[in-house]
């Protein structure tokens, strides 16, 4: 062991990894927000450490299911439509 301290190799740890489909991030979504919002959206995900991106792509997410009624999975078909009953008003 050439002098470095490797506790992970000591520890009997196993490691379970449920395998989830990998999502393409491909495309690309430009939206236009106030300066402010922005800061505090930034400084908010810093928070959690996460990046904006991951935040957004995480509420993208909880959008989809809520309105599907039901997990999404990326092999989803795009064009499926929001279960009966899930339509809410935009708030204003």
Not at 42 to 57: F, W
Request: glycine share 4%; net charge positive.
């Amino acid at each position: 062991m050439n002098g470095l301290f490797q506790p992970w190799k000591s520890l009997p740890v196993k490691i379970e990894s449920k395998r989830m489909p990998i999502e393409s991030r491909t495309a690309r979504l430009t939206i236009l927000i106030d300066p402010r919002k922005k800061a505090v959206f930034e400084r908010l995900c810093a928070g959690e450490d996460a990046t904006s991106s991951q935040v957004v792509r995480r509420l993208i997410r909880e959008y989809i299911e809520r309105r599907l009624g039901r997990p999404w999975h990326p092999e989803d078909d795009p064009e499926e439509k929001a279960a009966p009953g899930t339509t809410q008003s935009r708030p204003r």
